[in-house]
């Protein structure tokens, strides 16, 4: 007797290999090499082509045949998705690739230095100085236990520093980012091993986008 065979199909996961996936890993804007000698291309390779593409991945995966892979903007999907218990892995994803893009955008060849007008007085009247700022930033970075983030946000008229554990993103608490570093591991191990302090410094001193951190202020 001849077995028929029958391909099951899925009720709910749409074959999306024809088609184009509903989330692509945006460029980066700057070559890889740009941020040496204080993030290598070792670490780019890894971070960006590696991490954020298995974010965006699986992402992808999971709102396939929701409404989520449609056209929605990452940013809906995160609201809608956070805080949610059945919903976890689609906010850490969706969380994750928009966190790392923003913090690709949170650097430049020759950053550093001090930011310009409104968002340097702003960080003066929440600090004090923008020393103290920076000791502040530095303190939370250290402080944050285990994988995170640490941003500048913008909430109301004033400027502060919140810690996120995981992929946690300030959008869930209404501030507005103004510019983040990425403390996980991945982020600062290769190229300094467990001196996570040393890594967060030369994001201050060199790296940081004040111009675009200034950008996103509203
Ligand atoms: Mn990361």
Known sequence: MKMKHNIAKSATAPDMSGGSPAFTLPPLPYAKDALEPYISVRTMD????????????????????TPWATGCPLEKVILESAGKADKTAVFNNAAQVWNHTFFWKSMMQGGGGLPAGRLLEMIEKSFGSFDE????????????????WVWLVQDGGAVKIVSTSNA??????????????????????????IRRKDFVKAFLNYLVSWKFASSQLK
């Open 133 to 148: 700022f920076k000791n502040a930033f530095l303190a939370a970075a250290a402080a944050q236990f285990g994988s995170g």
């Open 46 to 65: 890894f971070h960006y082509s590696k991490h954020h593409q298995t974010y965006v991945d699986n992402l992808n995966k999971l709102v396939a045949g």
């Open 168 to 193: 946690d993103t300030p959008m869930t608490q209404g501030q507005t980012a103004l510019m983040t570093c990425d403390v996980w591991e991945h982020a600062y191990y290769l190229d300094y091993q």
